[in-house]
């Protein structure tokens, strides 16, 4: 079968293999051939389609024709093939395309006749590929609905007045312009209004050109691969003071303590700025801004986020005092992996208007802390992230941040504080806390009783005895509980998840009381009995929502295993509730099934006939002929181990010793030790000109004998050549040869083979007819 689909598929014209490459195409509304290997663009394609991926291909042209049919395409993905010609035509049936991307192509030139009939287009992507410049003529005048752009590549180094007209609104704008180096003032002033702007331009007076066009029209200037490194360069950039954005974010950029000053006094200055962005940035500095930042406060900037922010000499920066006046109005403050040991004092009780701090993924510890959550610090705060820093005593965080009287939601998460104390303090108003992964093995008086929301998953807890009366929300997932929390101790309770635990069952009492509740997550446990238990839960118990079992269990797996599964839909089946029984039988036919295939392949051969396809194999990797240099032996001798006083003691001294000696390759002195034998067999064979098979009785019923003669059944009669030479030891049958070895059976009932025989007289002429098929 296999050879006659290779058979078949050989005569497939190029168009009938690219559509069996992607079948989907011609039923499906969504397509998806994405990596798939493809040269061109699938025919077949219909008018039912709506959504075609073709990315990750080989696709190196868009012809007239091979979209012609697909006219109800709404999205169309080519990126990151090899695609360098368009055809002026071919998307002239796309009247409907919302998205075409071909980003990551080699499109050297572009052209507005392509873009012509998309008149629905919202979101072109052109990025990556190896155009210069946007051309001559307005590349996009004819896109009105177009919402997203991003063009650029490593190459890109102009952009012309005209390039954008046409477009009056983008939702995206993204310019790829590392390279970026002619720019023509009033390239962008046709856009209104853009709400999102990336820029990638690496130089400085390119990109202040860019921001000036862009000073009303852009609502979030997204800034990326800019080094802010050279202060006399900075005054190029005041023009941004002037922007009416209101979100600045700095990505991939560098700054230093030289230019920081000057960064922030322009930020500063912009009227409508809310919040100012920097992630993955590096600073140059310790924060030795000697030069105090002189800037008239902003009254609108509320926001500050700075995530994986890389200071090489995190552990010399200095208090911050210049920037003590520029922070009372923030409200939300992120600082997110930036090696923060310590937030000073002064900088603290400055954040008046504070309401969120994320100081997570930091180097917080218990004693810097204390002194960064001083008196009269962060006064307004309501959300405080500590987790992933370095705290370890529960009393002291606790008591550091009792002060806070705002504090509603407190996470200190992924910090290792083991035991904890029978007493803590804690702000008066906390409802929110969170717990998880800190090494907690019992849970103490010292868990604040106001609490609304309990977060203690992924911890040591044997048991919950706490007593809790305002918890609503409770999560013991991946911990040690056998048990259920006691319901008259946390009477309000609505929502319960307990997962990954140590359940074995519920008792009739312990759901009674939590009727109350809309949801209790139990599953990943090790339940029971679970036909009748979820048979009475189902009757029975009132809660909305009851998830128990896992698509892993092996105990309760049932439809209650799919998450958020409705108790009262369940409908248990006979095979649900007997699953050893379907797992015994299962086993016992897959057992048959093995056994049943062990009998049928010792029956037909089926060893040796893996045996002769991996001798197949090692023949066919290898070349045909060996190059003559690599020929060692006249003669490869196979021969059974009781014929070998015959072969060692009569053939060899014949041939050996004879004027000009043959060199012969017997197993027993010739083979590589500790070599594979099967190897040794093969090489053997392949560094002999010919191969000598002295057959016998003992030859037929040898195992190695068969090895050697299943290699040359490939290597050696399939190519129909004289390298095999046989000698009949004994009168011997060609009907004792194994019927496996058909061809082996047709030469001997075919060709001349030299026979021993047993008067001495004509054992001489044997010889000479042996010396003389080995010269040949």
């Not at 996009?140 to 007045?161: A, D, K, M």
């Not at 809660?543 to 309760?556: D, H, M, R, T």
Request: hydrophobic fraction near 40%.
């Amino acid at each position: 079968m296999w050879a006659i689909y290779m058979a078949l598929a050989a005569h497939l014209s190029k168009e009938q293999a690219l559509k069996q490459a992607c079948p989907s195409c011609d039923a499906t509304q969504s397509c998806n051939c994405s990596s798939m290997g493809l040269d061109l663009i699938p025919s077949g394609l219909t008018g039912k389609i709506t959504t075609l991926n073709l990315a990750h291909n080989r696709i190196k042209q868009i012809r007239g024709h091979d979209l012609q049919q697909a006219v109800n395409l709404r999205a169309l993905m080519l990126q990151s093939n090899q695609i360098r010609s368009i055809d002026k035509n071919s998307f002239g049936s796309q009247g409907k395309l919302e998205l075409l991307d071909l980003s990551n192509n080699s499109l050297a030139h572009l052209s507005p006749v392509w873009f012509g009939p998309l008149f629905s287009l919202q979101h072109l992507h052109i990025q990556g590929n190896f155009y210069r410049d946007l051309g001559e003529s307005p590349l996009f005048s004819s896109l009105r609905n177009l919402s997203s752009l991003h063009l650029g590549n490593p190459w890109f180094s102009t952009i012309r007045q005209g390039n954008f007209e046409g477009i009056t609104f983008l939702n995206t704008l993204k310019i790829d312009g590392g390279s970026l180096s002619q720019y023509e003032p009033g390239s962008l002033t046709s856009i209104k209004k853009i709400n999102h702007v990336i820029i990638s331009i690496k130089r400085i007076d390119v990109f202040s050109a860019v921001i000036r066009d862009l000073l009303h029209s852009a609502i979030w200037l997204d800034v990326r691969e800019l080094e802010f490194s050279a202060p006399e360069k900075i005054q190029l950039l005041r023009i941004m003071s002037s922007s009416f954005a209101k979100k600045i974010s700095l990505k991939q950029c560098l700054l230093t303590d030289a230019t920081v000053p000057g960064i922030v006094s322009i930020l500063e200055g912009m009227p409508k700025l809310m919040e100012v962005q920097m992630k993955d940035c590096t600073l140059l500095g310790t924060g030795q801004w000697f030069k105090r930042i002189h800037a008239n406060q902003s009254q609108s900037l509320r926001v500050l986020t700075i995530e994986n922010l890389s200071i090489e000499e995190f552990y010399l920066f200095t208090d911050l005092q210049s920037v003590l006046d520029l922070v009372s109005h923030f409200r939300k403050v992120t600082v997110e992996n930036a090696k923060v040991f310590l937030v000073p004092c002064r900088l603290s009780q400055q954040l008046l208007s504070l309401q969120y701090l994320d100081l997570s993924m930091n180097l917080l510890g218990d004693q810097s802390l204390e002194h960064s959550a001083c008196q009269g610090a962060w006064p307004s705060l309501q959300t405080l992230n500590l987790s992933q820093n370095s705290l370890s005593n529960l009393k002291i965080t606790g008591k550091s941040l009792s002060h806070l009287r705002n504090l509603s939601h407190l996470d200190i998460s992924e910090n290792n504080f083991g035991e904890i104390p029978d007493k803590c303090e804690w702000p008066e108003n906390l409802k929110y806390l969170n717990l998880s992964s800190t090494q907690i093995p019992k849970l103490t008086a010292c868990i604040p009783s106001s609490l609304e929301v309990l977060d203690v998953s992924s911890n040591n807890l044997q048991d919950f005895g706490l007593q809790l009366q305002f918890l609503k929300e409770l999560y013991l997932t991946k911990n040690h509980l056998k048990t259920l929390p006691e319901a008259a101790a946390i009477p309000n309770l609505v929502a319960m998840s307990i997962s990954r635990n140590k359940l074995n069952s519920f008792s009739k009492e312990e759901f009674e009381s939590f009727k109350q509740m809309e949801l209790l997550d139990a599953s990943a446990n090790n339940f029971i009995c679970s036909c009748e238990f979820l048979s009475f839960i189902q009757h029975e118990v009132g809660i909305a929502q009851v998830l128990v079992g896992w698509p892993e269990s092996y105990i309760c797996d049932s439809p209650l295993a799919v998450r958020g599964a409705q108790v009262g839909s369940v409908q248990l089946s006979l095979m649900e509730c007997h699953r050893s029984l379907l797992v015994s039988l299962i086993c016992g036919l897959v057992f048959l099934f093995i056994l049943i295939l062990v009998i049928i392949g010792y029956k037909y051969h089926a060893v040796w006939y893996m045996r002769m396809t991996w001798a197949w194999l090692q023949a066919k990797r290898k070349p045909k002929r060996v190059p003559a240099k690599d020929i060692c032996y006249d003669a490869f001798v196979s021969y059974s181990e009781n014929d070998s006083n015959w072969v060692e003691n009569i053939m060899v001294r014949q041939l050996e010793q004879a004027c000009p000696p043959f060199r012969l390759c017997l197993h027993k002195r010739d083979f590589v030790p500790g070599k594979w034998i099967v190897d040794n067999i093969i090489d053997s064979i392949e560094k002999s000109h010919k191969t000598l098979f002295v057959l016998s009785e003992h030859f037929v019923q040898s195992e190695w004998c068969k090895y050697e003669l299943d290699f040359s059944h490939f290597r050696l009669f399939d190519e129909n050549n004289d390298a095999a030479i046989l000698i009949l030891l004994e009168p011997i049958q060609s009907q004792a040869i194994p019927k496996r070895f058909c061809k082996l059976r047709k030469i001997m009932n075919t060709k001349t083979y030299l026979e021993w025989p047993l008067d001495e007289e004509q054992q001489q002429m044997f010889w000479e007819n042996l010396k003389a098929a080995l010269k040949s």
